[in-house]
T-cell receptor
Framework: RKEVEQDPGPFNVPEGATVAFNCTYS??????FFWYRQDCRKEPKLLMS???SGNEDGRFTAQLNRASQYISLLIRDSKLSDSATYLC?????????????FGQGTTLQVKP | DAGVIQSPRHEVTEMGQEVTLRCKPI?????LFWYRQTMMRGLELLIY????????DSGMPEDRFSAKMPNASFSTLKIQPSEPRDSAVYFC???????????FGPGTRLLVL
């Protein structure tokens, strides 16, 4: 089983749609969680950290479910510029401090 | 503030040549990571350092790859001799502490002919 698993997609949605991505992780000791965005031929960039209580940043909402070991990202009112690959990222856990584990990414294509 | 700086941005070389990639982390960050990304294998962690000390190099493909961090503001990743299968984008990233996010440099696109 992969340490961090994501549905690779692609997710093809029209502008204005709401889209949700899920991600599962295997290490129950993981303590830090993030969503990154990567545009074609660019470096991954931090989109948002994910907190236990859930957090929102504009049209983006992240949720963490520790019991089920999954993380979600919700994008409301999607824009053409949201087209990218979204990477779920998890801290390696108490036995592997400092190391972040990246999922393979979920590709989103927003169409006019 | 300057982000992570990598050089060169592009490198084209011939098989058998030595390649050196350079990275300057964000000032104050105590973790530095080297990644490789290809379409086939995605993003792979090669090695990471904490306070200039290599912590985990299990991702380094083979002895042709080596990485150093002589001080807190500079790291190199060297491939000697290079092979066509080393062609990829190499990213450097840095991080402050064990809990925070990583910040990536723009990457070095390496093509080995």
């Amino acid at each position: 089983r992969k340490e961090v698993e994501q549905d690779p997609g692609p997710f093809n949605v029209p502008e204005g749609a709401t889209v949700a991505f899920n991600c599962t992780y295997s290490n129950s000791a993981s303590q830090s969680f993030f969503w990154y965005r990567q545009d074609c031929r660019k470096e991954p960039k931090l989109l948002m950290s994910v907190y236990s209580s859930g957090n929102e940043d504009g049209r983006f909402t992240a949720q963490l479910n520790r019991a089920s070991q999954y993380i979600s990202l919700l994008i409301r009112d999607s824009k053409l510029s949201d087209s990218a690959t979204y990477l779920c990222v998890v801290n390696g856990g108490s036995s592997n401090t400092g190391k972040l584990i990246f999922g393979q990414g979920t590709t989103l294509q927003v169409k006019p | 503030d300057a982000g992570v700086i990598q050089s060169p941005r592009h490198e084209v070389t011939e098989m058998g040549q030595e390649v050196t990639l350079r990275c300057k982390p964000i000032s104050g960050h105590d973790y530095l990571f080297w990644y490789r990304q290809t379409m086939m294998r995605g993003l792979e962690l090669l090695i990471y350092f904490n306070n200039n000390v290599p912590i985990d190099d299990s991702g380094m493909p083979e002895d042709r790859f080596s990485a150093k961090m002589p001080n807190a503001s500079f790291s190199t990743l060297k491939i000697q001799p290079s092979e066509p299968r080393d062609s990829a984008v190499y990213f450097c990233a840095s991080r402050e502490g064990q809990r925070g996010p990583q910040y990536f440099g723009p990457g070095t696109r390496l093509l080995v002919l």
